[in-house]
């Protein structure tokens, strides 16, 4: 966001095709060998990356992957996998450093395991042919479809659950270089609450609030940044919103509950996270 609101407005906003799925073992291995000796280690380290994985199709069709025979990809799920991941992704940013492209492209890169974007000015068109080349020597390829380049003074991009780029001011409208929550990140919060808040939860209150409560805090810390409050609110909507008809159905109340469950009460006798009192503070109360 600093990088942006300094002028480092044009973006390539890129996207890999199956990483994870087309990391060459050979070469990933010699990186690994790098800065491991033990080769006890290295032996594991191979094990882990011919483990067969046995994965279902959407029909529920049993299928097995990788194994002995495959010589690229490492395993879904595999407790090394994210450290290798980024091990292999590290040998495209050392070759940025080394190779002078930040001074050449006037540009940063921004990288968090094989998520990453690069922030110009005025050479974003050659940053992304210089890595397009790149990635095909490492073995690995662009989702050309996903990956674009983007003026973050007029269109916004997404980026590990934020979104950066134009917004608009509420009280007086102005346009300003901001950043936010995603779209994507407030839905999948609010698809996290509503499976939490199922009629076959049978858990004692306490028990389902202090989950409930543990979900929003993490989610709060993450998208602590920039401007939450229209975000933070539209959560707050929704675990009332959900809280409410978990508790109409579990007590068996023959109306819509908003009476007996009102905002005031799910928000504070019932002990549920508000977000909007994160952010703001406590909710302003008339003096007697």
């Not at 080769?39 to 990788?66: C, F, N, Q, S, Y």
């Amino acid at each position: 966001h600093a990088l942006v609101c300094r002028g480092y407005t044009e973006v390539v906003d890129a996207y890999l095709s199956n990483y994870v799925d087309v990391l060459p073992h050979q070469d990933l291995m010699r990186s690994v060998a790098r800065r491991i000796v033990d080769r006890h280690v290295l032996r594991l380290i191979k094990l882990w990356l011919k483990a067969p994985v046995e994965e279902r199709d959407g029909d529920g069709t049993r299928r097995m992957t990788g194994g002995k025979g495959s010589s690229c990809g490492t395993p879904q799920g595999g407790v090394v996998s994210p450290l290798l991941a980024n091990l292999y992704m590290n040998r495209f940013l050392k070759h940025w450093r080394t190779s002078g492209r930040g001074i050449a492209y006037r540009a940063h890169i921004i990288a968090y395991a094989d998520d990453f974007v690069i922030l110009s000015c005025g050479h974003a068109a050659e940053a992304l042919a210089w890595t397009r080349q790149v990635m095909a020597r490492l073995g690995l390829a662009l989702n050309e479809a996903k990956t674009s380049v983007r003026d973050a003074r007029r269109e916004r991009f997404d980026f590990l659950g934020y979104t950066f780029g134009p917004h608009r001011y509420r009280k007086d409208g102005h346009w300003y270089l901001g950043a936010s929550p995603s779209k994507k990140g407030v839905l999948r919060l609010t698809a996290k609450v509503s499976d939490l808040l199922v009629p076959g939860n049978m858990g004692a209150w306490p028990e389902v609030r202090d989950r409930l409560n543990r979900l929003l805090g993490g989610w709060a810390a993450y998208f602590s940044y920039g401007t939450r409050l229209m975000a933070y609110r539209a959560v707050d909507n929704h675990v009332y919103d959900r809280v409410r008809h978990f508790l109409v159905r579990r007590h068996k109340v023959p109306s819509r509950g908003t009476r007996r469950y009102p905002d005031g009460v799910v928000f504070g006798d019932l002990g549920v996270l508000r977000l909007r009192r994160v952010h703001l503070g406590a909710m302003p109360c008339a003096s007697r």
